[in-house]
C-alpha cells in the first residue's frame, strides 16, 4: 500500500508518498480502507523530529481517519467487514489502509459523508476529553478558546454551544473571527489588536471566565490565569508559544483556580476507548441534529501531504485540512 513517510525530521518537504508493507490486524483491532485521513499540528510537531510514535504505533503521520472496515481481528464484535466508521488513532492515517484498536473506532453520525467524518475523531476526542470530562465545563458557564477558528476551536465552539455554555475567542484576522462567530461564539476577541484580558474581564462584569482551552503555552500563561474567574480552570493542550515563562502565582490561591494539561496520543488503548464512548453518546446525538458541522477548510490528495502541512503552519485556513488517499 501507499503512505506517506517522514523521511526525514525537517519541514513539510520531507513527507514523501512511498510503497510500504501493509498493517498487520492484532486481535482486538480492525483494519480501515481509509477514505480521508484529518491533518492535526501534532502532525506537524511529529514531521519535525519533537513528537515521536508512542511504542508500538505506526510510524507514519495521522491521528484520525475515515473509511470502510475492510477486515476485524479476533475478539471485535462490534464491527463487521463493509461498515462505515471514522476513528481515533495513534498514527498511520496518512496511508491507504491503517489497524486500530476497536474501541478507538466510531460509527460515520448520520448525514455527514464518509470523507467529512475524518474531520471529527481527534477533535472530538480532545475538545472532551479536557475541558468536559476534565474540567467539568457545564452549561451557564463562560468558556475562552484561544485559536477559535483552528479545528479544535471551530469543534469546540459548537460542542459549548450545544450545551448552554457562553463562548469567548481570539483569532488573528477579522476573517477568522467571523467565521467564528457564524459558528455561534458569543465574545470574539481579535488577540492582535486587543488585550484578550481586558476584553474577558469586561464582558464578564470583572469576573473572568470560568474555563479556558489553551493552545499556546508558555506566551499566554499569566494572562490566562489573570482571565480567570473564582474557581477557574485552566487547560493546556500545546505550546505554540513554548514551554518556559516566569509567573506570578498568587493568583492561583487567591482565586482557588485549576491549572491542567493533557495529551490524546500517549493515552492507554483503555483510556482512549472510554473517551470514544463517551464521544458517540455524548457529542454525536449533536452532529446528527446538525448542531455541530465539519468545518473542512480544504481537501487534498495523499501525494500533497506536503502542501497540507504549509497551510496548517500558515495558519491561513479555518477548520480542519483533509487528505484523500
Same mark, same amino acid.
Given at each position: ?242 514551554? +518556559? ?29 472510554? +473517551? ?50
Amino acid at each position: 500500500m501507499k503512505a506517506v513517510e517522514i523521511t526525514t525530521p525537517g519541514g513539510p518537504e520531507v513527507l514523501k508518498l512511498q510503497e510500504v508493507d501493509e498493517p498487520e490486524v492484532a486481535d482486538g483491532e480492525v483494519l480501515i480502507k481509509v477514505e480521508a485521513a484529518g491533518v492535526n499540528r501534532a502532525d506537524t510537531v511529529q514531521r519535525k523530529g519533537s513528537y515521536p510514535p508512542p511504542k508500538g504505533a505506526s510510524p507514519f503521520p495521522g491521528l484520525e481517519c475515515s473509511g470502510t472496515v475492510i477486515s476485524v481481528g479476533r475478539s471485535v464484535d462490534r464491527w463487521k467487514v463493509g461498515d462505515q466508521v471514522c476513528a481515533l488513532l495513534s498514527g498511520g492515517g496518512y496511508a491507504e489502509k491503517v489497524a486500530v484498536p476497536a474501541g478507538q473506532v466510531l460509527p460515520v453520525p448520520k448525514g455527514i459523508s464518509l470523507s467529512d467524518a475524518a474531520s471529527f475523531p481527534e477533535v472530538a476526542c480532545t475538545v472532551w476529553s479536557t475541558v468536559f470530562m476534565m474540567s467539568r465545563l457545564t452549561a451557564g458557564e463562560t468558556f475562552l478558546i484561544h485559536g477559535g477558528s483552528s479545528g479544535i476551536g471551530t469543534f469546540a465552539i459548537q460542542i459549548a454551544k450545544y450545551y448552554g455554555i457562553r463562548v469567548f475567542v481570539t483569532a488573528g484576522s477579522e476573517e477568522k473571527l467571523t467565521a467564528c462567530k457564524n459558528l455561534g461564539a458569543d465574545i470574539c476577541i481579535n488577540y492582535k489588536t486587543e488585550d484578550f484580558v481586558a476584553r474577558v474581564k469586561e464582558e464578564t462584569g470583572g469576573k473572568g471566565v470560568d474555563v479556558i482551552l489553551d493552545n499556546v503555552g508558555g506566551a499566554y500563561f499569566q494572562r490566562n490565569l489573570n482571565s480567570l474567574n473564582l474557581d477557574g480552570r485552566l487547560f493546556i493542550i500545546g505550546f505554540q508559544g513554548g514551554t +518556559i515563562t516566569e509567573v506570578n502565582l498568587s493568583s492561583i490561591l487567591a482565586r482557588r483556580l485549576t491549572v491542567q494539561g493533557a495529551g490524546l496520543r500517549s493515552r492507554s488503548p483503555e483510556n482512549k476507548a472510554v +473517551i470514544v464512548a463517551e464521544v458517540e453518546k455524548l457529542v454525536w446525538p449533536a452532529i446528527e441534529a446538525g448542531k455541530v458541522r465539519p468545518i473542512v477548510y480544504k481537501t487534498l490528495p495523499l501525494a500533497e501531504a506536503a502542501e497540507a502541512h504549509r497551510i496548517m503552519e500558515s495558519s491561513v485556513h479555518v477548520g480542519k485540512i483533509l487528505l484523500i488517499p
